[in-house]
């Protein structure tokens, strides 16, 4: 097996090689088939867990993600080709995640946009979209952020870890001062 991190095989590699140049950073790219069946998802969601572990994602991301996924594949399975493939490609960037996940449809038609499940799916994972490619392949695709600013790798400002103590202590010291 060759350790060296994928780059989305031969006939992607340009497009890839291209993008990492642009995008001054290195990016791996993980691809999963899977059976188009809700029994393979546990495979799919703990891949999820761990990649976003590797990039360093808080554990409310990574959950976040990890049902995000789920969702995902699951309003694409509704209307899967019985005996069909669900694939599902993670683009793995400093910070940031990637995921596209894609069936062949019975109707071809993406998932409809103005559901409860879009809804949660949009909160869980930001950016999201779903269309259609060649054929009658759907396709969902979801970005998510690490819990920091992916610019500066640092949390936001103001952003203090812990209880929140240290915010208090200058206003009670203020306060007993006046």
């Known amino acids: 097996m060759d350790p060296?991190?994928?780059t989305g095989g031969a006939e992607n590699s340009d497009t890839i090689d291209s993008h990492t140049a642009h995008s001054g950073g290195l990016r791996d790219v993980v691809a999963l088939t899977l059976p188009a069946a809700s029994a393979y998802l546990t495979v799919l969601r703990t891949a999820t867990a761990?990649?976003?572990?590797r990039l360093d994602f808080t554990l409310d991301d990574i959950e976040?993600?990890?049902i995000a996924v789920d969702e995902a594949c699951a309003l694409l399975?509704?209307?899967?080709?019985?005996g069909s493939s669900l694939d599902c490609t993670f683009t793995l960037s400093p910070g940031v995640m990637h995921v596209l996940v894609t069936v062949e449809s019975l109707d071809g038609e993406p998932p409809?946009?103005?559901t409860?499940?879009?809804t949660v799916l949009k909160a869980l994972a930001g950016d999201v979209e779903a269309y259609t490619g060649p054929g009658s392949k759907v396709?969902?695709?979801l970005q998510k952020r690490r819990g920091v600013r992916a610019d500066l790798g640092e949390p936001p400002a103001g952003h203090v870890r812990g209880s929140g103590a240290a915010d208090a202590a200058p206003s009670v010291d203020a306060v007993g001062t006046s």
């Open 77 to 82: 399975l509704v209307s899967a080709v019985p």
């Open 112 to 114: 409809s946009e103005d």
């Open 50 to 53: 761990s990649l976003a572990a």
């Open 4 to 6: 060296t991190p994928s």
């Open 116 to 118: 409860f499940a879009w």
């Open 64 to 66: 976040d993600l990890r």
């Open 139 to 141: 396709s969902i695709t």
